[in-house]
């Protein structure tokens, strides 16, 4: 009989195993990578196209073209777009990115001839109506207005303009930003972008040879782009020299708090080693933040921090809403966490737990041929080959406590970090 009295014993993570894609380069400049399950009969497409140079002028150019991509073509409108999607049970999606815009398709095997297509003609000739433009203009004033509402939306907004300045990832939209909006620099945009040679196409699922000969056949040599090389480079980032930031909302029952930094990418050696510092910190539930501001100060309901990583840059953020009489408090008990990390050893096993959570959720992560895509992604996307993650693996089980504390030494001044307050101090 099972003894419940006893833990159950388990292993360490000693390995993670990650599918690797195959790889065709098309004769039209696309970058195809596909990850073959063998088993159900589902796919995922994806076309994953970089975002153009950022204009300042026309801020909105990379986002607006990529949510409208599925508002009509020259032979089909919206709604035959949605209704032939939704004919055959599939899913489409758009979604912008700082760095890349994508189109995502979900479909079973069967119905993959009928669905390239309709894929097809959005990307090779999508043509915005008039009347979807404006109508995208009133509904984004609209969230825009909601959204400037709310403490934490602000927060966010200028933490990233005082850390990017005037780039794609410090930009924050103002209403007047949706009035530049013309069908004409739609258009203009969409032929730039979404052409061939500017698209990586990674396809997860049941990919057998059917699947790949429609596929290529849909978006091969009939698929080409304009000739021109797409301008995907950046404006040099620009961060404020002022680190304090606070916007007074005298009636808010809460303050939204961002404090941060620009912090290295995945490419840095580092970067692995310090998710651990982070996850000690902040990174998950059971986290120094959470159990100090949250358990046992009861300042606010969740705490956390993270780090991002991008194309070119990567940031370390702290960010929570806590009680507005509390605001100061809080951020004092943050210092305090912060800087004890700076001084003090990470006991062996809270460094045990933080290794076991971090190792078994990206083992838990992989469960299913989707998520090993996902993973390709982050990696080839930053330049980086899927051994990253053994690099990643090896940080995390073999990190000390001495190693965390010079971490945060070498990277976490808290005098010179980003600090945004909205509400009441």
């Known amino acids: 009989m099972l003894d419940r009295t006893i833990a159950p014993d388990f292993k360490t993570v000693e390995h993670i195993s990650l599918i690797k894609p195959e790889h065709i380069k098309l004769a039209n400049g696309c970058e195809f990578f596909y990850f073959n399950s063998g088993d159900q009969e589902l796919l995922r ?48 999606q758009v979604e912008y990115g700082y760095d890349h815009s994508t189109v995502t398709l979900y479909t079973l095997n069967k119905h993959l001839a009928k669905l390239l297509p309709v894929i097809s003609d959005i990307l090779k000739g999508s043509m915005v109506p008039e009347k979807e433009v404006d109508t995208f203009r009133i509904t984004q004033k609209q969230k825009l207005q909601v959204g400037l509402q ?59 040879d059917d699947a790949l000969n429609l596929i290529t056949e849909a978006f091969g040599d009939s698929w080409q782009g304009s000739g021109a090389i797409t301008d995907i480079s950046q404006p040099a980032l620009q961060a404020s020299a002022e680190k304090f930031y606070f916007i007074e909302r005298p009636d808010a029952l809460q303050s939204a708090i961002r404090i941060g930094q620009p912090t290295i990418s995945r490419t840095h050696p580092d970067f692995p080693k310090m998710s651990v510092l982070n996850t000690v910190l902040g990174g998950y539930f059971g986290s120094r933040l959470m159990a100090n501001i949250r358990e046992d100060k009861g300042y606010t309901y969740g705490i956390g921090s993270g780090m991002s990583s991008l194309k070119h840059t990567g940031a370390w953020f702290i960010a929570t809403e806590v009680g507005a009489d509390v605001c100061r408090n809080a951020i004092a008990e943050i210092e305090k966490e912060v800087n004890l990390l700076k001084t003090e050893l990470v006991p062996d096993g809270e460094l045990s737990l933080v290794r076991n959570y971090m190792l078994g959720s990206l083992l838990g992560s992989l469960e299913n041929v989707l998520s090993h895509a996902d993973k390709f992604k982050n990696v080839y996307f930053s330049g980086l080959g899927l051994d990253y993650y053994d690099r990643y693996t090896e940080a995390v089980k073999n990190i000390d406590s001495q190693q965390l504390m010079e971490l945060a030494n070498k990277y976490w001044d808290w005098d010179n970090l980003y600090k945004v307050i909205v509400g009441k101090y």
């Open 45 to 92: 497409l994806e076309w994953i196209f970089a975002n153009k140079r950022f204009d300042a002028e026309n801020p909105l150019l990379n986002m607006a073209t990529n949510t409208m991509l599925t508002e009509g073509t020259a032979t089909r409108t919206a709604a035959q777009i949605a209704d032939e999607i939704d004919f055959y049970g599939a899913f489409i």
């Open 150 to 208: 709310k403490n934490d939306v602000l927060a966010r907004r200028q933490f990233n303009r005082a850390l990017y300045g005037s780039t794609a990832y410090g930009f924050a939209s103002e209403l007047t930003d949706y009035d530049k909006i013309k069908r004409d620099d739609l258009l203009v945009h969409f032929k730039d972008v979404y052409q061939s040679q500017n698209c990586t196409l990674v396809v997860a699922g049941k990919v057998d």
